[in-house]
């Protein structure tokens, strides 16, 4: 059985209806694999009420609380879905950042990847379960809990996928893929069906906000294809990222030696 990591979104956790849907592509996902994890960010302007909440608050939070608080929306999203899936008669667990064995840097609001220690997930997977793990967050070389800047599921995910040897990473996303201009303002843009790490780091760069660009790195370093599919359309063949000639480490890279 082939281990494969889902990553699901803001615009794919908008509301509390859309967790069914999630629990419907992680069945269908999970009976050609065997074995699945999902990454799961908070739902849709919830990162954004709570940054504002601790505004209101303190207009310069210490560090360390900021964190303590924006951490808690993908808290709320990976507890939801493991409901929605138990609804369903899935077995399913959560885990926070910290609990599913990210290590971060020490810094605080954009922390580093230093290892992933999947050691509570992997005897889950090995029994049917499906895993949920909070994106955005770990818990730093010191103790506490660290988030990794905007986007920062992304790279929670490929982190993920990297530490448990599995196939691939899908991302669903509110567009079907990398496309060769911006689509939502260009209505001529070509979708991508297959391309590799660096080019698609250029179009990140020039303004593509498909994917973090620090995601897409980490999948570099360690050969790992990323797939890209509308969380609207799942059956669409989307993107696929990766290329045959990167060489695959023999211990899995991260970000911060």
């Given at each position: 059985m082939t281990t494969i990591v889902l990553k699901f979104g803001g615009a794919a956790v908008a509301s509390p209806d859309h967790f069914n849907k999630i629990a419907d592509i992680a069945l269908e996902r999970k009976r050609g694999h065997g074995k699945l994890a999902i990454v799961v960010s908070a739902m849709a302007n919830m990162t954004s009420q709570l940054v504002e909440l601790a505004q209101r608050v303190n207009p310069n939070p210490p560090p360390r609380e900021y964190d303590m608080l924006v951490s808690v929306g993908e808290r709320i999203s990976i507890s939801l879905l493991a409901m929605a899936l138990a609804a369903k008669g899935e077995r399913a667990v959560s885990f926070t950042g910290s609990q599913s064995g990210i290590i971060t840097c020490n810094e605080h609001s954009n922390a580093r990847i230093v290892e992933v220690r999947p050691k509570r997930i992997i005897p889950l997977l090995d029994e049917g379960n499906i895993v949920i793990v909070a994106g955005f967050q770990g818990c730093s070389l010191g103790g506490e809990i660290t988030t990794l800047g905007g986007n920062g599921s992304d790279i929670s995910a490929v982190a993920l996928a990297v530490a448990?040897?599995?196939?691939?990473?899908?991302?669903?996303?509110?567009?079907?893929?990398?496309?060769?201009?911006?689509?939502?303002?260009?209505?001529?843009?070509?979708?991508?069906?297959?391309?590799?790490?660096?080019?698609?780091?250029?179009?990140?760069?020039?303004?593509?906000?498909?994917?973090?660009?620090?995601?897409?790195?980490?999948?570099?370093?360690?050969?790992?294809?990323?797939?890209?599919?509308?969380?609207?359309?799942p059956e669409v063949a989307g993107t696929k990222i990766f290329d045959p000639l990167t060489k695959i480490p023999e211990i899995p890279v991260f970000e911060f030696a």
């Open positions: 448990l040897g599995a196939e691939r990473v899908e991302f669903f996303k509110d567009v079907g893929g990398v496309y060769d201009s911006d689509p939502k303002l260009c209505p001529d843009a070509s979708l991508i069906s297959e391309i590799d790490y660096a080019k698609t780091l250029e179009i990140i760069r020039s303004g593509g906000r498909v994917l973090h660009p620090r995601c897409i790195e980490l999948a570099q370093k360690n050969g790992m294809p990323m797939h890209i599919y509308s969380f609207d359309h």
